[in-house]
């Protein structure tokens, strides 16, 4: 057996797989451990550098000293790649708020950046790599007592798994992502742990398929309340279990959601690539939804860029591959992709190009205008959205009183739906009403605006 790691990591994956390694951590037996990797030739110095230990710690440790502190031991876990698991060690957000407090708000902005980085480069990774799973990740796992799962499973479980994502899906469009994050998160707990059961080839990778999925509208239900490093979790997770399945067009579905991430954020280079990587998997998919969803999305990112030129050119491709989409037969995380979703969309870009120069809202009206039209009450998310922008643009062009009921109606949804990006977004609203203080009613709607960003924020 290979027990040396990778240069970047000198543990070997293997190590922790033998039956007496996986006794010593199971009953946290760090000292057990420590002896054990010894054994297999790595040295304490190593040991205290991957665990932010010193050669001393190690060292009386080594001799016998009990490791009781969660944080040490998720510390030590974490640094020599120990699945958490293997440890009994549940960790979610709550844990780690009382393990170590809350993030500061500074540091968080600070890191930000590295994290963007370290997400790109373990999408490269797993897309271009084995996709291995790393079963250490399970932080939505509860620590109270868990409904058994059935030693075997056939198709009739990945069903559920399916529906249960479809019905939760449907919530979030209607009510926003905190109506049913939680419930999402749940049902992972029971999915997730269906991995341990024996199946069929089949039915494995069918059940990778719905859990990345499912960890698809995690992402999504969690950005939806602004938990950005949650979200990125799920998503993660998504790329990977989509990998393992070997489906390459919810891969791109899941890329797609994490470049929206970066574009509501304003970080639209990151966003492209999201999109790019995800444009990848979309072709080797076949689907042309799937390429028309990231086409249309690539452009969103080059309006931000203020780049007209390739916004015009990706929203052209994006309609031609939509004309040859097989709407009927599209997976339940792309089907949300119509005509009315594709105008949505065009009324995005050119939104996002009127903030440079407004002779763009007269494009972007009759595209939201043509939305809004085909939107009902289960897409009430979706529904606020392009009012709000429909409202930016009236005022962009001057026409402060549509602006203004258009604003309202806006406001009015706003409060019905539990979605931090429905807030976020009125922003532009906010500052374009604003710039038309002289008129009552666009200085009372900005007013209103900022209060209720007031109350997100506080």
């Given at each position: 057996?290979?027990?040396?790691?990778?240069?970047?990591?000198?543990?070997?994956?293997?190590?922790?797989?033998?039956?007496?390694?996986?006794?010593?951590?199971?009953?946290?037996?760090?000292?057990?451990?420590?002896?054990?990797?010894?054994?297999?030739?790595?040295s304490q110095r190593q040991i205290a550098a991957l665990t932010g230990q010193?050669?001393?710690?190690?060292?009386?440790?080594?001799?016998?000293?009990?490791?009781?502190?969660?944080?040490?031991?998720?510390?030590?876990?974490?640094?020599?790649?120990?699945?958490?698991?293997?440890?009994?060690?549940?960790?979610?957000?709550?844990?780690?708020?009382?393990?170590?407090?809350?993030?500061?708000?500074?540091?968080?902005?600070?890191?930000?950046?590295?994290?963007?980085?370290?997400?790109?480069?373990?999408?490269?990774?797993?897309?271009?790599?084995?996709?291995?799973?790393?079963?250490?990740?399970?932080?939505?796992?509860?620590?109270?007592?868990?409904?058994?799962?059935?030693?075997?499973?056939?198709?009739?479980?990945?069903?559920?798994?399916?529906?249960?994502?479809?019905?939760?899906?449907?919530?979030?469009?209607?009510?926003?992502?905190?109506?049913?994050?939680?419930?999402?998160?749940?049902?992972?707990?029971?999915?997730?742990?269906?991995?341990?059961?024996?199946?069929?080839?089949?039915?494995?990778?069918?059940?990778?398929?719905?859990?990345?999925?499912?960890?698809?509208?995690?992402?999504?239900?969690?950005?939806?309340?602004?938990?950005?490093?949650?979200?990125?979790?799920?998503?993660?997770?998504?790329?990977?279990?989509?990998?393992?399945?070997?489906?390459?067009?919810?891969?791109?579905?899941?890329?797609?959601?994490?470049?929206?991430?970066?574009?509501?954020?304003?970080?639209?280079?990151?966003?492209?690539?999201?999109?790019?990587?995800?444009?990848?998997?979309?072709?080797?998919?076949?689907?042309?939804?799937?390429?028309?969803?990231?086409?249309?999305?690539?452009?969103?990112?080059?309006?931000?860029?203020?780049?007209?030129?390739?916004?015009?050119?990706?929203?052209?491709?994006?309609?031609?591959?939509?004309?040859?989409?097989?709407?009927?037969?599209?997976?339940?995380?792309?089907?949300?992709?119509?005509?009315?979703?594709?105008?949505?969309?065009?009324?995005?870009?050119?939104?996002?190009?009127?903030?440079?120069?407004?002779?763009?809202?007269?494009?972007?009206?009759?595209?939201?205008?043509?939305?809004?039209?085909?939107?009902?009450?289960?897409?009430?998310?979706?529904?606020?959205?392009?009012?709000?922008?429909?409202?930016?643009?009236?005022?962009?062009?001057?026409?402060?009183?549509?602006?203004?009921?258009?604003?309202?109606?806006?406001?009015?949804?706003?409060?019905?739906?539990?979605?931090?990006?429905?807030?976020?977004?009125?922003k532009p609203l906010e500052l374009e009403a604003a710039k038309r203080g002289?008129?009552?009613?666009?200085?009372?709607l900005s007013a209103s605006i900022q209060r209720i960003r007031g109350l997100?924020?506080?």
């Amino acid at each position: 057996m290979n027990v040396i790691g990778s240069q970047d990591h000198p543990v070997s994956p293997e190590v922790w797989e033998e039956s007496e390694m996986r006794r010593a951590l199971a009953a946290r037996d760090i000292s057990g451990v420590y002896r054990l990797l010894r054994r297999v030739g790595i040295s304490q110095r190593q040991i205290a550098a991957l665990t932010g230990q010193s050669q001393s710690e190690v060292s009386e440790i080594l001799k016998g000293r009990q490791v009781m502190a969660y944080d040490v031991l998720a510390r030590v876990s974490d640094g020599l790649g120990v699945p958490r698991g293997y440890m009994g060690l549940a960790y979610d957000e709550a844990t780690a708020t009382s393990v170590v407090g809350p993030t500061g708000g500074a540091l968080a902005e600070e890191d930000e950046s590295v994290k963007r980085r370290k997400f790109v480069t373990n999408t490269a990774a797993v897309m271009f790599g084995s996709g291995a799973l790393a079963l250490d990740r399970l932080d939505w796992l509860s620590k109270l007592p868990q409904t058994p799962v059935p030693e075997r499973i056939g198709m009739s479980d990945v069903k559920q798994v399916e529906a249960s994502t479809r019905a939760l899906r449907g919530l979030d469009y209607q009510y926003g992502g905190g109506a049913c994050r939680d419930a999402v998160v749940a049902q992972l707990s029971w999915g997730q742990r269906l991995i341990s059961a024996t199946s069929s080839d089949v039915v494995r990778q069918s059940l990778f398929r719905a859990l990345a999925d499912m960890q698809n509208l995690a992402g999504w239900t969690t950005f939806d309340i602004g938990m950005l490093d949650s979200a990125r979790n799920h998503f993660s997770r998504a790329i990977e279990f989509a990998k393992i399945s070997g489906d390459d067009g919810l891969m791109s579905n899941v890329l797609y959601r994490m470049g929206r991430v970066y574009l509501h954020h304003h970080e639209p280079n990151e966003a492209l690539k999201m999109f790019q990587f995800g444009q990848l998997a979309a072709q080797n998919s076949g689907s042309e939804l799937a390429v028309a969803v990231l086409c249309a999305n690539e452009a969103w990112a080059y309006a931000m860029m203020n780049d007209p030129v390739q916004a015009q050119k990706q929203i052209g491709r994006a309609r031609d591959e939509f004309s040859r989409a097989n709407l009927v037969e599209a997976p339940d995380w792309v089907r949300f992709f119509n005509e009315t979703d594709m105008q949505a969309t065009v009324g995005s870009v050119h939104t996002e190009l009127s903030a440079w120069d407004a002779k763009y809202s007269a494009i972007a009206i009759p595209a939201i205008s043509q939305a809004l039209s085909g939107y009902n009450d289960a897409m009430a998310r979706s529904k606020a959205f392009n009012l709000t922008m429909l409202a930016t643009n009236h005022m962009r062009q001057g026409d402060v009183d549509q602006g203004v009921r258009a604003g309202r109606d806006a406001l009015s949804l706003a409060g019905s739906l539990k979605s931090a990006r429905v807030v976020d977004r009125l922003k532009p609203l906010e500052l374009e009403a604003a710039k038309r203080g002289a008129n009552s009613d666009a200085r009372d709607l900005s007013a209103s605006i900022q209060r209720i960003r007031g109350l997100r924020a506080s």
